[in-house]
Every structure is written in structure tokens, then in C-alpha cells.
């Protein structure tokens, strides 16, 4: 069953110890699954760090922030995020954040510049941009 899992998608051996335990699978029967998993390279914490990383950012354009929330909710180190995290690559991520205000900035009603501000900097912080990094894209777009 892990095999097959693993071999789909990647997985955090974290999801995979939920997985075993909710079929039933003790301790040790789940201990020695995910050492024999990760021995046979169908799970690797670094490359689902990675894995995650990647797509959150290119495909759901979602911020450094919430990445980082995501996986440290799941249960993974901060270093090991901020390591996995250094692969991005800096000016294509700061593309993204820009062409991501750009596009909100197209929809909404231009009345004041304070209020256009807020409402980027709120879309932003949802989506887990950076403010500091926004803050000057913004200010370039409202003025």
C-alpha cells in the first residue's frame, strides 16, 4: 500500500505514519515501512520539502509565508524549510509576487491611493507575501 502511495505523488513520511496507522498498522510494523521506504528512495522528507515548496509557488502562487506555515504545521523543521526554501530562485519568485499585485490591482476600483494600498497589502498577506517586499512593488503600481 506505501509502495503504491509513494510511487504517485510524494508523500512526508509523517503522511505516510497517518496513513499505516489509520490502516490499522502497530508501531513497529509502521517504523519498519517507512525505514524500508526511505531505504528504497520511494520517501525522502528533503525531496518532498522541495516537492511542496515548488509547486505552492508556481502553481498556487502562494507566498514564502505561507509556505512556511504550511509545512511547519506539518510538523517539519525550520531549518530544513528555510534549507529547501534557498532553491528557490529569487528573481522568479519576485516575478510572481508582482505579476500576482499587478493582476488584483486590475480589479479593483482606483479611489484612493491609501485604501488601493490596504487592499494589496491585505491580498498579499493572504496569499503570504512578504509586506516588506510588497511594499515597494505597491508603491510603484499606486502612484
Do not use: P
Amino acid at each position: 500500500m506505501a509502495r503504491r502511495l509513494c510511487s504517485r505523488r510524494e508523500y512526508s513520511a509523517s503522511q505516510i505514519r497517518d496513513r499505516l496507522s489509520t490502516a490499522g498498522m502497530d508501531g513497529r510494523q509502521t517504523a519498519q515501512i517507512l525505514q524500508t521506504l526511505k531505504e528504497e528512495h520511494f520517501l525522502d522528507d528533503a525531496r518532498y520539502l522541495r516537492s511542496f515548496i515548488q509547486d505552492k509557488w508556481r502553481f498556487g502562487h502562494w507566498g514564502r509565508m505561507k509556505i512556511f506555515h504550511a509545512l511547519r504545521l506539518q510538523g517539519f523543521a525550520a531549518e530544513d524549510v528555510q534549507s529547501a526554501w534557498s532553491e528557490v530562485d529569487a528573481d522568479a519568485y519576485a516575478a510572481m509576487v508582482q505579476t500576482e499585485l499587478e493582476k488584483k490591482y486590475r480589479t479593483l476600483k482606483h479611489s484612493a491611493s491609501f485604501e488601493t494600498r490596504q487592499k494589496l497589502l491585505r491580498f498579499g498577506a493572504g496569499r503570504g507575501y512578504d509586506v516588506a517586499q510588497m511594499s515597494g512593488m505597491i508603491d510603484k503600481m499606486v502612484r
